[in-house]
């Protein structure tokens, strides 16, 4: 058993429980994914509003 808090602790410690209660991992799996995702999003808007104003003085 890990000592933490956190999504990847909550993933490590429901890990042997997988068969039996699957949602101790799926749904801080599913949050990880979901962070990521929306700061992979975040970024790539951020970094298109910033090529889309260096091309108005062109």
Same mark, same amino acid.
Request: aromatic fraction near 12%; hydrophobic fraction near 50%; glycine fraction near 24%.
């Given at each position: 058993?890990?000592?933490?808090? %956190? =999504?990847?602790?909550?993933?490590a410690d429901g890990q042997p429980?997988?068969?039996s209660a699957a949602g101790l991992?799926?749904?801080? %799996? =599913?949050?990880i994914f979901l962070t990521a995702l929306a700061v992979t999003f975040i970024?790539?808007?951020i970094e298109t509003r910033r090529q889309g104003r260096g091309h108005e003085h062109d």
């Open positions: 058993m890990t000592a933490g808090f %956190g =999504l990847g602790a909550m993933l429980y997988m068969t991992v799926i749904y801080p %799996g =599913l949050a970024g790539q808007g």
